[in-house]
């Protein structure tokens, strides 16, 4: 009983200290985390160095840390970035981690890693490759769904709870018949945005707001193994421009919303 009405009296302290450092204008000691997959390259790679050098505390993830050699030279740089495996095509290998971080407040989740596959196995007039099929939903559209719910409790203690998945704008099933090809892929990001547009109506009374963000072409090795490298921009300026939509977004109805802001039609 004792200890309860100390902890009680400790907690009421806690919270006086904080909002009177508030009040008195004091900058907040709030240290943000997040938690990005796919960071051993590509615009995962640039979220992790952007966030560490906004001084998050970056919990990047890695299908195979032992290849991740930039991603381990940004860790020796940076005390607030740490690396964990994590493979999104095994469900274990998700819950082992969110095992481990059981109680770590996560603002932000942003499930960036994503698979293309070869496109000559998603093309009509080619054989399509069943299994790849297979993957490439597991990984786009099954895996942000299983990291949400994995990582809930988190997000829900985090001061930011945010959820979000990188999508794409040839996922939009309003522009699908503009063009072929790429066909899995496509049905890969349209049913993570239905996903996670359904997951944010879950979850919108307990104040997560999830975004779905478009980077535009990006000069990564998914842009060139689709064929349509040589236009696109750097992942550097991606995931800066991304990382502006992540701390504007304020919404809770999950829309896509573009790398510079504007809203693609779902
Ligand atoms: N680049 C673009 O133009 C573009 C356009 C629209 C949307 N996007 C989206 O943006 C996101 C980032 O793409 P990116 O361009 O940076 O692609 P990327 O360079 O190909 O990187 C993809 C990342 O996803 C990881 N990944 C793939 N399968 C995985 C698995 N089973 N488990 C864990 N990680 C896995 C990769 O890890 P490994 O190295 O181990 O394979 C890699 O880290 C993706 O969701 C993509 O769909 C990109």
Same mark, same amino acid.
């Given at each position: ?94 819950? #082992? &981690?969110?095992?481990?971080? =059981?109680?770590?407040? +996560?603002? !932000?989740? *942003?499930?960036?890693? $994503? ?82 547009? #359904? &997951?944010?109506?879950?979850? =919108?009374?307990?104040? +997560?707001? !999830?975004? *779905?963000?478009?980077? $535009? ?50």
């Amino acid at each position: 009983m004792t200890k309860v009405l100390v902890l009680l009296l400790a907690m009421t302290l806690a919270a006086f200290g904080s909002s009177a450092a508030l009040a008195a204008g004091e900058p907040s000691t709030h240290v943000p985390t997040l938690l990005v997959t796919g960071a051993n390259r590509g615009i995962g790679l640039e979220f992790a160095r952007q966030y560490v050098e906004r001084e998050w505390k970056v919990i990047a993830t890695a299908r195979d840390p032992s290849n991740a050699s930039e991603l381990q030279q940004l860790a020796s740089q940076h005390s607030n970035l740490v690396i964990e495996k994590l493979d999104l095509a095994d469900n274990a290998s998700i819950t #082992a &981690l969110a095992k481990k971080y =059981r109680g770590q407040p +996560i603002d !932000v989740l *942003l499930n960036n890693a $994503g698979y293309l596959g070869e496109p000559d196995g998603q093309a009509l007039g080619k054989t399509f490759d069943y299994p790849m099929f297979e993957e490439i939903m597991r990984v786009n559209a099954y895996a942000p769904l299983l990291m949400s719910q994995a990582f809930l409790e988190n997000v829900l203690a985090g001061e930011q709870k945010k959820i979000i998945a990188l999508t794409s704008g040839i996922g939009s099933v309003t522009l699908a018949s503009r063009f072929g090809g790429l066909v899995f892929y496509r049905m890969s990001k349209a049913s993570l945005d239905l996903g996670m547009r #359904a &997951l944010q109506a879950d979850v =919108r009374s307990r104040g +997560i707001k !999830v975004g *779905l963000l478009v980077p $535009g072409e990006v000069e990564t090795q998914m842009l060139r193994d689709s064929g349509y490298s040589g236009r696109g921009k750097s992942p550097d300026d991606a995931a800066r421009a991304l990382i502006g939509v992540i701390d504007g977004l304020n919404d809770q109805d999950a829309k896509l919303l573009s790398f510079d802001g504007t809203i693609v039609p779902f």
